[in-house]
């Protein structure tokens, strides 16, 4: 006999135009395998389905050549030839009624692109942000990079329901990502309309959204996931500005997902790092 307090935990709850058969979410999280060994991914992702779980997340997806963080390994939704093995994932998530869910990145000043040498794009000039300090220049995106990443980004939702996906995750947090560099007043000093301003900074998260919603109609839900503060200080997006995106957005995506601060703030292994640790 459970705890009465935990009943609501085994409701059903609807997201958007899809219903979790419970509240038990996973996450996003990577574990190396990527496209490199999709058969351990799906694997890994069945067995969560057969453990009960309501929603189970892929890791990041990379959402185009152009942006891609080697030398570690993600999964890819480059190209339809990636979908069979996306398929195969959501098909091991789907074995036991678990939601499949998505998550779609686009690293910008966090992809070096050592594999493709493609340049990377980011809001303005800046040196690039990755774990290794990589010796590369990501170059300002214009209004035809930001068509382009608007463009990517509906080949990925379109190639996500062909694979079978139910929620589809824009990925902003963490520091990572091109959503959140706009979002940020440290990596956003533009003067168009996608600089200065909250709502101008916001401009390109709500233009990605819309793009999503046309595209998948009522068949899949959309996730932002964000992170509560960059933990940059008052030069990075905080939490007070998140509420304020919020407030302003709150009805844009069927479901928010909040992470904490930076990638090594959030996400320190045990072996590294106390229990329910938080960095400040």
Request: charged fraction near 25%; hydrophobic fraction near 35%.
């Amino acid at each position: 006999m459970r705890d009465a307090r935990y009943d609501i935990l085994f409701d059903s709850v609807k997201i958007g135009p899809v219903t979790a058969k419970n509240r038990f979410y996973q996450v996003p999280h990577c574990n190396g395998g990527g496209y490199r060994d999709p058969s351990a991914a799906a694997e890994m992702r069945r067995i969560k389905s057969e453990g009960g779980w309501g929603v189970i997340f892929t890791e990041q997806v990379e959402i185009h050549h152009t942006s891609e963080i080697t030398p570690f390994i993600e999964l890819r939704i480059w190209d339809d030839e990636d979908i069979p093995a996306l398929a195969r994932m959501a098909d091991a998530i789907h074995s036991n009624g678990a939601l499949a869910g998505i998550e779609l990145a686009y690293s910008g000043a966090n992809g070096p692109n050592l594999y493709t040498r493609e340049v990377p794009l980011a809001p303005m000039h800046t040196p690039i942000l990755t774990f290794t300090s990589d010796p590369v220049q990501a170059r300002a995106m214009d209004k035809e990079d930001i068509r382009n990443l608007r463009h990517w980004h509906k080949l990925a939702y379109r190639r996500s329901k062909r694979a079978g996906y139910d929620i589809l995750c824009l990925y902003g947090a963490h520091g990572f990502g091109a959503i959140q560099h706009f979002l940020s007043p440290r990596t956003n000093q533009r003067t168009d309309e996608y600089g200065g301003s909250l709502e101008n900074r916001a401009r390109l998260l709500k233009e990605l959204i819309s793009d999503a919603h046309d595209e998948v109609g009522d068949s899949c839900a959309i996730a932002v996931r964000l992170s509560l503060d960059e933990l940059a200080g008052d030069s990075g997006f905080t939490n007070s500005q998140l509420r304020d995106l919020i407030a302003m957005h709150a009805e844009l995506p069927d479901i928010w997902d909040f992470a904490h601060g930076t990638w090594e703030a959030c996400s320190a292994t045990s072996r590294f790092a106390g229990e329910a640790r938080r960095r400040t």
